[in-house]
């Protein structure tokens, strides 16, 4: 009799292997759909590519997970539409808006690496007399917070013993500033990628660009419990980032036909701001400095409370 129970408890374990594992943690069933967010600004490359030839949605389509795209440009946008589970790949974040959502507490983790770009990065305005950080005292300068470019608006001021206090800063997107200083709405815009080219070449006054003020380190950002309940589509989105990669290095000339097309802009821009970018997915020990730099830069800004180790930011 014995001997027959433990026959039934381990034949018990094995039907129920998918399931739970005999002794071990339940294993999850796969995700009804995966949500990405889809920013093209400033030159994101890689996001165009995958969505303009559904890498993303054939790499899960043999796991039966549709995908879906959240259009968020917004940083505290996108850590929130994460810590809810409306997204569930921040694919194309910042790393200043990571570390304000994991120093409020939030579950992020930095999955990989997506940009670094520091020169694509600027302040431009019509205004030719504002030559430093001091003649910005009082202006009305737009951007979107929690980004890259918010970072550079304080880090500028910073060299000057300012702070954001010292001007009128308000959140917009990118185009939503590029418009603004078109119509003369703001005295300064916070503006990357194709909105800083068309500045540039409407004979805008360059400011500042981000050179030696940020690391610009954009990253592709997951909750640990997606991580860890997920596995398998950790190791298929990486594959999938891998095509991604590959169709950019042996195809750069349609990835940046195409990359024109979808930001409305001329083959030649594209061509030209390509060269700021970094797009090595490989998070390095020079990252996680910036990480750090941005991190240590926010606490003593008062962006953050309290100082953070980002080292708690990386798998191992």
């Known amino acids: 009799m014995k001997k027959k129970i433990i026959s039934l408890i381990m034949a018990a374990c094995m039907a129920a292997v998918t399931l739970t594992g005999c002794g071990g943690s339940e294993t999850e069933a796969l995700p009804e759909k995966l949500t990405f967010t ?8 890689p996001t165009i590519i995958e969505k303009e030839k559904g890498i993303f949605a054939s790499a899960f389509e043999d796991m039966g997970i549709p995908v879906e795209y959240a259009e968020l440009t917004s940083g505290a946008d996108q ?23 994991a120093a409020n507490g939030a579950d992020i983790k930095v999955l990989n690496m997506y940009s670094r770009s520091p020169k694509a990065f600027c302040l431009y305005s019509q205004d030719e007399s504002i030559t430093s950080p001091e003649d910005l005292r009082g202006k009305t300068i737009a951007g979107p917070a929690g980004t890259n470019l918010h970072e550079l608006l304080v880090s500028y001021l910073s060299t000057a013993d300012m702070t954001i206090d010292d001007v009128n800063y308000v959140n ?32 805008y006054h360059l ?3 981000g050179e030696g003020l940020i690391d610009a380190i954009i990253a592709v950002a997951v909750t ?17 980032q891998e095509k991604i990669a590959e169709f950019i290095s042996e195809k750069e000339a349609e990835a940046l036909e195409i990359t024109a097309t979808a930001l409305e ?33 926010m606490f003593e800004s008062g962006m953050i409370e309290k100082k953070l180790d980002v080292n708690t930011l990386f798998y191992e």
């Open 79 to 101: 850590t929130q539409a994460l810590a809810s589970g409306d997204v569930q790949v921040l694919y194309a974040v910042g790393a200043s808006s990571v570390i304000l959502s």
């Open 265 to 297: 802009l001329e083959v030649s821009a594209v061509e030209e701001m390509y060269e700021y970018y970094n797009f090595s997915t490989e998070i390095t020990e020079k990252d996680k400095q910036g990480f750090q730099r941005t991190a240590d830069f």
């Open 38 to 45: 889809y920013v093209t600004a400033p030159l994101n490359v």
């Open 207 to 209: 400011i500042t660009d």
């Open 224 to 240: 640990d419990e997606f991580y860890n309940k997920y596995p398998e589509v950790i190791e298929k989105l990486a594959q999938a």
């Open 172 to 203: 917009m997107t990118i185009p939503e500033a590029k418009a603004a200083l078109d119509g003369g709405s703001i005295d300064v815009a916070l503006v990357a990628g194709g909105a800083a080219y068309q500045a540039g070449q409407q004979g």
